[in-house]
Structure formats: structure tokens, C-alpha cells
């Protein structure tokens, strides 16, 4: 790969009592891109996003920004690195440039430079005519916009986003999934989001590592995730034809490497098969003349995916408890 | 780090380099003592900002306010009784004089004095914690322990600005009505009391910010901050004395042998309290007079004449009483100071 790596892991653990918050993460984040760190609630997310900063130390292992030693250089650390927390707040007494203001000082810019900085990045984040309204009467997406304005003033090189779309309607989400793009492609800084809410990630990841109880499972482009998932063997195949009879499921059940067929309430046929059959089904299709309504691999996109390691993990982790006989499914390779 | 491991990232190094060259050696006033403390000076700057304009200062401050105008009242109507017993330092009478029904100018700072110091530290962490401001806050180049102590400079200087403008307004307004000048020696005495006063209110201040560390609520601060400063000021007099009593009855003829210890152990366990402590330094730096503070024999006294002690000695006299004041402000804010080091920044 010809990318340079701004963020780096390795071997990085966090302990809280006798409970594993996050377990040897191995992470590598390349310069300028908008990295997803996706998890359930409880995942190690923050945690991780937390030590990155030194605002808790590690356990074990060590993390870099830009070179330098996340634990130790913490100063330098923040200087170049802007967190937005999950629960971003505001002086509720202080307008929002006034809140600006007071973190360009914390960050030991000169007053006029604040102020014009402070100025440009309200109207980029278009909270101009809410700018001299006290904070406290901000509803959370403007909270929000301020929020990226304030991670914003100190020019950093890494944005760390925590959970960044929780509690955003529909429009504002769009705003600022753009916003979050741009900050990306025109500002060439790298972003590190961390969420739970898998199609906004979808739109601007370039790569997504998902994270569960502690550990990276997997990690790299959603569509080679994808792929990832398919090698391993386990495809679904929706497709609805009319008219939805017992004969063309008996026909695909007869064809290799189909493991179960299923039918949901509304005639959609579920096929789970061990190969690509596509084909196949196709030409049952044709040559019993039905006619096709819907045809969809499933496979692709970041929500199954997701699904797919969770049940993994929960396997697996059932397999250290329990060690049950009778899993089909192989545990995570990687 | 190992560099050879990484030679992107080592090219990027050199590359920051002479970057870092171009830009901060045009302007050195970027480096790392100066912008930390522009960031810790921002942040004071700030508290300090927030409670002069907050409602609770107001309230508080026209509160000490009226209560020393109240105990100036009755001080000037019985400076002539005062004066009657012993006209020298009329204008620390000032201070030490209470009317019939009102307590002297010095009662009411050790008593109430504390409550401006809870009021100005309940909520310093555990509302930034609330308000979600406290891991923007971390997460600004900072380094940690500049946040509480901001807090505690600004509280200080709150403090000091309320005890020193109630002091010279008792002393100015003092001054006019009763037309007696201080000499040199009053006025020493005056300004160390009120720097006394300032560190007694700054242990109920650390206090204070102590219990916003410890607890989430900013109203759970603010009440065990206020049930400590009751106890220790109202009812560890009774206590006490409850106590001594309990160890060297006072009853019999045991009794008789007793009254030296049972008064020693009761002044022993009075002097845990810094309402006391201060009450006595507070008294023994305004009245000269004051010779000695616990028990003195019969045979001490003996051949001693009345007079008044210069500053120097009643320093001297209440010393021990100062440090542990002193002390007191300091262990409380360390402890705040390293539980707060201690604490997860999340919620």
C-alpha cells in the first residue's frame, strides 16, 4: 500500500476490574481517511477512542498519532488530535462563538485569530445566525454542528468521532454525513467514527473495523468484508417470483450446495446456499415460467455484515464458555 | 517507537520538521510551557468570569454583605461600653465588638465565611461532568490538573476578593462613624485576620471541590459540603464537651482531679475544627489583650502585669493555629486534587 499510516495500534488493552474492555486491538489508520470503527454498545469503542487521546491509560500495548506515543506525549497528542465525545456539551451560559472562543484560548490561539476562525467555521457548519444565541438554547443537532466547529478550532490532523449521528434527525443526518465527508476530502484529514448506527457509516467509511466485546473481528472496505463473508461459504439469495408455489421450492432444493430454503409471509423466498447459485435459480425461473419480481444476493451491504461477525462472535464466545457440540458455523479465521 | 519499522511514517517525520521549522521559528511564543499556560491562564480567566456574574456570588456576597453592616450596627452601639473597660485599640473593637442580639464582624466570617467557600466549589467537576464539558475540556492540550486547579485559583480569588472588600468596608465605614484612626500596628493586625480569614474560607473551598469530585450530583456536593460545615461549626462544641465528660467525669470527687484533663481533652477535640482554630487565631490577632489561649495556672499568672501583646507575640500565640489552617486548605485540595487525577474522564 502506498499510504502512509497516521494512527496505529498494537497489542493495546484496557482492564476495568477483572472486565476486558478492549483486547490486544491491533488498529492501523491510513493518512486522510475516514475510518468506521463499528460496535454494539459496550463494544470497547469509547474506551479505545479514550486511550487514543491519553485521557485513560492502557493496560498493556501501545498507540501513535502521527508519531507520537499516546500515552506519554498527550499534550502533543491533543493538540493534533480533535474528540467529539458521544455526549458533546456546552457552557449553557456562553453563546456558541463564545464556546468557540474558549477553546481556541484552551488551545493557545491568539484573539484574533480565534475570532476569524471561530466566524469561518460557524458558517461552515451554518450555525451563523444561531452563533450569538446562548448554547444552552441549541437543539442537539445544532449542538452537534457546534460540536464539529469546536473540534475544529484547533486545526487537527485526526478527528475522533464518538457515535457523531446518535440522536439526529433524518435532514441533519444528511447535513452532517456531508459535513463529515467533506472535512475528509477537502481538508485531507483523517477521521476515526465510532458507531453503532451502520448505514451512516456505510456512506463515508472508506474502511470499517468491527469491533466486538473488546476485539477486532474484522477489518478493511465494506466490500471486502463482503467478499470476506462470501468465501467462507454462506450466501442468501432472496427472490420472489408469482406465482410462489411448493414446486419451485422442491426445484431448488434439489440443486447442490443449497443448505435450506425458506418462505416469509409474503411469498419471498429465502435461499441460503453454500455456493453462488444465481445461475441456477435463474434457469429454474425461465424454464418453469414464472415470473420474477425480485432478485437480490444478499451479501453486500455493511448491516449484514455486521450481523454476520456479531453471530460469529457470539459464537465463539459460546464455544469458550460452553464448548458445545453441534456448531456448524466455523468460527472467525481472522 | 522503532522508526525502521515504519519508514512512511519516518519520512513524514522529517517532512513535519522542516515544516515545523518554517512555521515556529518566526513565532517561538508557540511552545509547549507557553501555550499550556495560555490554556491554564483561558480557563481561569473563565471560572473566574462565570462566578462573578452568576447569581449564587450575588446572593451570597449581599448576604456577608448585610450581615456585616449588621454587626457593624451593633459593634458601634456598644463601642462605648467597650471603650469604657479599655480605651486602647478601638478599631479592632471594631472587629471584635457584637451588639446584644448580633455577633461581632469576626463571629460571622468564621460562621458564615464558610458557606461563601461551599458555594463557590459544590459543582466545580461533577456539573462539568453533567453538562458534558469536562471531556471536551480533557480533550483540549491542556494538561489535566490545570482544570481543578483554575477552579480552586479562581475560587481563591473570588475569596479573597469578598473577605478583603468586607473587611475594609467594615474598617472604612467603622472609620467614619466613630472618627478614631488606626495606628500602624491595628491595621497590621486587621490585614493579617483577613489573610487568615482568606485561608479558612479556601479550606472550605477545596473542601467543597473535594465533594464535586467525589460526588455525581452537584446537589449531593453541595449538601455534604453543608452538613460538614454544621457539624464542625455547631455541633462539635457539644460533642466535645460530650465526650470529655464521658472520659474524665466531672462528677465526685473524682471530679476534682479530673477538670484539668476533662478541659484539656475538650479543647484538644475542639481544635479539630477549623471553625475553632480560626475563632481562636481570629480573636487572639484582633484583641492584644489576649494573652493566652487554653489553660494557664494560677501560678503562671502570678507576677505577670496586664498589657497588651504586640503583633509579633500573639502571631507567635496562635502559630500552630495558622499552619493547620494552612495545612488544612492544603491536604483538602490535594485530595481533591488526586482524586480527581485518579478519575475516569467518562461519564
Redesign the interface.
Known amino acids: 500500500m502506498g499510504q502512509s499510516t497516521i494512527l496505529r495500534t498494537h497489542g493495546l488493552c484496557k482492564k476495568y476490574g477483572d472486565v476486558l474492555a478492549v483486547d490486544k486491538l491491533d488498529l492501523e489508520v491510513h493518512t486522510g481517511e475516514v475510518f468506521g470503527l463499528l460496535g454494539p454498545n459496550g463494544a470497547g469503542k469509547t474506551t479505545t477512542t479514550l486511550m487514543l487521546l491519553g485521557l485513560t491509560e492502557p493496560s498493556a500495548g501501545t498507540a501513535y498519532i502521527d508519531g507520537l506515543n499516546c500515552a506519554r506525549d498527550t499534550l502533543k497528542v491533543k493538540r493534533i488530535v480533535g474528540y467529539l465525545p458521544d455526549s458533546i456539551g456546552f457552557y449553557p451560559d456562553m453563546t456558541g462563538r463564545q464556546n468557540l472562543h474558549f477553546t481556541g484560548q484552551l488551545n493557545g490561539l491568539d484573539r484574533d485569530v480565534c475570532a476569524r476562525r471561530a466566524a469561518a467555521l460557524l458558517r461552515r457548519v451554518g450555525l451563523t445566525d444561531a452563533a450569538d444565541r446562548k448554547a444552552g438554547t441549541y437543539s442537539r443537532g445544532m449542538r452537534q454542528r457546534l460540536g464539529i466547529a469546536d473540534v475544529l478550532m484547533k486545526n487537527p490532523k485526526v478527528v475522533i468521532m464518538d457515535e457523531p449521528t446518535l440522536g439526529i434527525d433524518p435532514e441533519g443526518m444528511r447535513e452532517l454525513i456531508a459535513l463529515i465527508r467533506d472535512l475528509s476530502v477537502k481538508d485531507g484529514r483523517t477521521i476515526l467514527i465510532s458507531s453503532h448506527q451502520l448505514y451512516q457509516i456505510q456512506q463515508i467509511c472508506d474502511r470499517v473495523g468491527i469491533f466486538v466485546k473488546g476485539r477486532l473481528m474484522a477489518c478493511g472496505p465494506i466490500s471486502e468484508l463482503g467478499s470476506q463473508l462470501q468465501s467462507e461459504g454462506y450466501y442468501v439469495l432472496d427472490v420472489r417470483i408469482l406465482p410462489a408455489d411448493e414446486h419451485f421450492a422442491t426445484l431448488v432444493r434439489a440443486l447442490p450446495d443449497v443448505q435450506n430454503i425458506s418462505q416469509d409471509s409474503d411469498g419471498m423466498f429465502h435461499i441460503e446456499s453454500r455456493q453462488d447459485i444465481r445461475t441456477f435459480v435463474l434457469d429454474i425461473v425461465v424454464q418453469n415460467r414464472y415470473s420474477l419480481m425480485h432478485f437480490h444476493q444478499r451479501g453486500g451491504d455493511l448491516d449484514e455484515i455486521y450481523h454476520r461477525y456479531f453471530e460469529k462472535a457470539g459464537d465463539e464466545h459460546e464455544h469458550a464458555s460452553v464448548s458445545g457440540p453441534g456448531k456448524a458455523k466455523t468460527p472467525a479465521g481472522n | ?1 522503532n522508526m525502521h519499522q ?1 519508514p ?2 519516518a ?3 522529517r517532512l ?1 520538521a522542516t515544516e515545523w521549522l518554517r512555521l515556529h521559528v518566526a513565532k517561538p511564543r ?1 511552545d ?1 510551557g ?3 499556560h ?2 491554564m491562564v ?2 481561569y480567566k ?1 471560572e473566574l468570569a ?1 462566578h462573578l ?1 452568576s447569581k449564587r456570588f450575588f446572593i451570597i456576597f449581599i448576604l456577608l454583605f448585610l450581615t456585616s453592616t449588621a454587626s457593624l450596627a451593633g459593634a458601634i452601639s456598644n463601642i462605648q461600653d467597650a471603650v469604657s473597660q479599655s480605651s486602647e485599640f478601638i478599631f479592632l473593637k471594631l472587629f471584635t465588638t457584637g451588639g446584644s442580639s448580633i455577633y461581632s464582624f469576626a463571629t460571622f466570617l468564621a460562621f458564615l465565611g464558610p458557606l461563601a467557600g461551599i458555594t463557590l466549589g459544590f459543582d466545580a467537576i461533577n456539573n462539568e461532568r453533567a ?3 469536562l ?9 489535566r490538573d490545570s482544570i481543578i486547579n483554575a477552579k480552586f485559583l479562581a475560587g481563591a480569588t473570588v475569596i479573597t476578593a469578598i473577605v478583603f472588600s468586607l473587611g475594609l468596608y467594615v474598617g472604612g465605614a467603622g472609620l467614619l462613624l466613630i472618627g478614631v484612626p488606626p495606628s500602624m500596628e491595628e491595621v497590621l493586625r486587621v490585614l493579617v485576620f483577613l489573610v487568615i480569614a482568606c485561608v479558612y474560607l479556601c479550606f472550605w473551598l477545596a473542601l467543597s471541590i473535594l465533594f464535586s469530585v467525589i460526588c455525581r450530583h452537584a446537589a449531593t456536593a453541595a449538601l455534604a459540603g453543608i452538613a460538614v460545615w454544621l457539624f464542625l461549626s455547631l455541633f462539635m462544641s457539644l460533642v466535645a464537651s460530650g465526650l470529655a465528660n464521658m472520659v474524665y467525669p466531672l462528677d465526685g470527687m473524682e471530679g476534682m482531679f479530673n477538670t484539668a484533663s476533662n478541659y484539656g481533652m475538650e479543647l484538644a477535640l475542639n481544635r479539630i475544627s477549623p471553625y475553632y482554630l480560626f475563632s481562636e487565631a481570629a480573636s487572639t490577632v484582633l484583641n492584644p489583650n489576649v494573652r493566652s489561649i487554653g489553660v494557664v495556672t494560677m501560678s503562671q499568672i502570678e507576677g505577670a502585669l496586664a498589657g497588651a501583646l504586640p503583633l509579633r507575640e500573639s502571631l507567635l500565640l496562635v502559630w500552630p493555629h495558622i499552619v493547620v489552617i494552612v495545612a488544612l486548605a492544603g491536604i483538602a485540595f490535594a485530595a481533591s486534587y488526586i482524586v480527581f487525577m485518579k478519575q ?4
Open positions: 517507537m515504519f512512511a511514517l519520512k513524514q517525520k513535519q508557540q509547549t507557553a501555550a499550556q495560555s490554556g483561558a480557563l473563565k462565570d456574574s453538562q458534558g464539558t471531556n471536551r475540556l480533557a480533550s483540549q492540550p491542556i494538561y475516569e474522564i467518562r461519564a
